[in-house]
């Protein structure tokens, strides 16, 4: 499974026994109006049978109506003739109607019955929610939506860099760079969309330092917000107007600040300087009673799978956690819950890091219970970038059946760069263990 569906080249074309392959709900449809033409049919033809019976022999309807019953066919040829006539206008018909009728949805670039069956296929799957944030969130969400429409991403608001950094302290609103990175992941007309949502304005002499820096898409949801009077909101109808598949929440309604204790005893501040420290002994955020977004925990609540990751350990998916409604909505969900863990280290944050080190940093913020599996790579064959300080992380866990978390491994890289999932590989792998039932099962292991 790997994210795409090859077809047969009939398929492709788009030919007319493509709409009546399975999956595609238009058989049953089709049924249903030739029934209803079929006893349309049936009336005319009683009508038919009386008016003949009553015209008078000789009269110069008889002809016109001999004509309409095939009387020059022999009998047994009458029905068979009006039959096959009868079905190849009406799948003619039905074939040029949902052209019609589709033909504004379709991409330039695709069949419209392989678009149709795409998005049948997607509105089928699995009900997901994906927690986290940066570009690690990002990437599962562009290889998520190619298997299911069916998606939320509950997003961080703890960044306090760059362009978000810069109207969270000019504007007070929660920081949207993540936000803005999942809206572009998710957009049906990526990577167009993300282009222009990631495009970010030079320095000119004409504007000075007022746009410089600032990212198109964090000023679009800016605008929104001041539009809506509500940050909620406005990320609710930049979903809308950006036409995504699924949905993207912020985490909580208003900013929150990460704090970093390190191994010496110092205490860092903000998010952006936590990333690149070493020797993180533990985070914590402020307001630590902050609320969560009410769709976040509806989503959480209603989510056939939930998955924490992948993403930066401490400033990416704790964050997350550490928002009690959304931790209290994780504990109370009977969905799966799976970590996804990085394919690398990062430099600061998790350099040396294996994948027992990630799952002991949860452990020690008391968020283990709240994984019921956890997925990693195990193919440690990929390209690594040139002169790149960050490691492969290492699987160095004993693996035993029936042990908590449940630890599976599958090739989640993306062969051309070891330090990067392969969205497509990652997608398909948690929707595969899910189908498969493995994550089901490990959710009904959960401890009472």
């Known amino acids: 499974m790997n994210g795409r569906s090859p077809l047969p080249a009939e398929h492709r074309r788009g030919s007319l026994t493509a709409w009546l392959r399975p999956g595609m709900g238009i058989k049953r449809w089709l049924l249903v109006v030739f029934l209803g033409q079929l ?8 009508i038919i049978r009386q008016v003949y019976r009553d015209v008078p022999a000789g009269d110069p ?7 309409l019953s095939l009387q020059f066919l022999p009998l047994e040829l009458r029905p068979l003739v009006l039959l096959g006539a009868g079905l190849l206008v009406f799948l003619f018909g039905a074939w040029r109607l949902l052209r019609v009728l589709l033909q504004p949805f379709r991409p330039r670039d695709e069949p419209l019955v392989e678009m149709l069956f795409r998005t049948r296929a997607r509105a089928r799957g699995p009900h997901v929610v994906a927690i986290g ?15 299911t429409s069916n998606i939320t991403a509950v997003v961080t608001v703890a960044d306090d860099g760059g362009s978000s950094g810069k109207l969270r302290l000019e504007l007070g609103t929660p920081p949207m760079g993540d936000i803005r990175n999942c809206i572009a992941a998710l957009a049906d007309a990526e990577p167009a969309m993300a282009r222009l949502l990631q495009y970010r304005f030079p320095k000119t002499a004409a504007q000075g330092d007022g746009l410089e820096g600032h990212a198109f898409g964090n000023l679009l949801i800016a605008a929104m917000t001041d539009i809506e009077g509500d940050f909620e909101e406005a990320v609710r109808q930049s979903n809308r107007v950006l036409a995504v598949r699924g949905k993207v929440v912020p985490a909580a309604p208003e900013p929150v600040t990460l704090h970093a204790e390190l191994t010496g005893g110092e205490v860092i501040d903000g998010q952006s300087a936590i990333a690149r420290a070493s020797g993180i002994r533990r ?22 799978l939930v998955v924490l990751g992948p993403g930066s350990l401490y400033t990416s998916v704790l964050p997350n956690l550490l928002v009690p409604g959304i931790r209290a909505a994780l504990e109370k969900t009977t969905a799966p819950r799976l970590y996804v863990c990085n394919v690398a280290t990062q430099v600061g944050e998790t350099e040396g890091y294996s994948l027992a080190d990630h799952l002991a940093a949860l452990r020690a913020h008391g968020v283990d219970g709240l994984i019921d599996a956890v997925l990693a790579n195990n193919n440690f064959s990929a390209r690594a970038p040139e002169r790149y300080p960050a490691a492969p992380v290492k699987v160095d866990l004993a693996l035993r059946a029936g042990s908590r978390p449940l630890v599976l491994l599958r090739d989640l890289v993306d062969d051309g760069n070891a330090h990067h999932h392969d969205p497509h590989k990652l997608a398909a792998s948690i929707v595969a263990l899910y189908e498969e039932r493995a994550l089901p099962r490990a959710a009904a292991g959960r401890p009472a």
């Open 39 to 46: 006893l349309v049919a049936l009336a005319l033809a009683l």
């Open 133 to 147: 944030g940066g570009t690690g969130l990002s990437t599962l969400l562009r290889g998520l939506k190619e298997l």
């Open 283 to 304: 985070v914590w955020i402020t307001p630590d009673d902050v609320p969560a977004t009410s769709e976040a925990v509806a989503a959480i609540g209603s989510a056939e």
């Open 61 to 67: 309807a008889t002809g016109v109506l001999d004509l």
